[in-house]
Nanobody, 124 residues
């Protein structure tokens, strides 16, 4: 089992940037797919981006494509989510997740381990 902890959330204005981090302990990410999801109040958890640690392939949701970027630091066992040009509709709790497979699923049920989440609030 992988233990995940997110960091970097906060309150920003529309157009600002934030960088979230997700650090794993217990195992390395080398054979995992890492995902970022988000959940706004009253809404279902939504896929944001997935990253195959072994191949480097990335899959972004259309709603964040061109604004968000996922990256990694192998030495720190950490993935980052750089979020630029933030919009009020990006407001949500953001969760990091890990899946022990090689395919980037976009549904949360396919992910095995989850962090506790970090709040991102974008004011207009």
């Amino acid at each position: 089992q992988v233990s995940l902890v997110e960091d970097g959330g906060g309150l920003v204005q529309a157009g600002d940037s934030l960088r979230l981090s997700c650090t794993a302990s217990g195992r390395t990410f080398s054979n995992y797919v890492m995902g970022w999801f988000r959940q706004a109040p009253g809404k279902e958890r939504e896929f944001v981006v997935g990253f195959n640690w072994r191949t480097g392939f990335r899959n972004y949701a259309d709603s964040v494509k061109g604004r968000f970027t996922i990256s990694r630091d192998n030495h720190k066992n950490t993935v980052y989510l750089q979020m630029n040009s933030l919009k009020p509709e990006d407001t949500a709790v953001y969760y990091c997740a890990a899946a022990r497979n090689d395919y980037i699923y976009t549904i949360s049920a396919r992910y095995d381990d989850w962090g506790p989440g970090t709040q991102v609030t974008v004011s207009s």
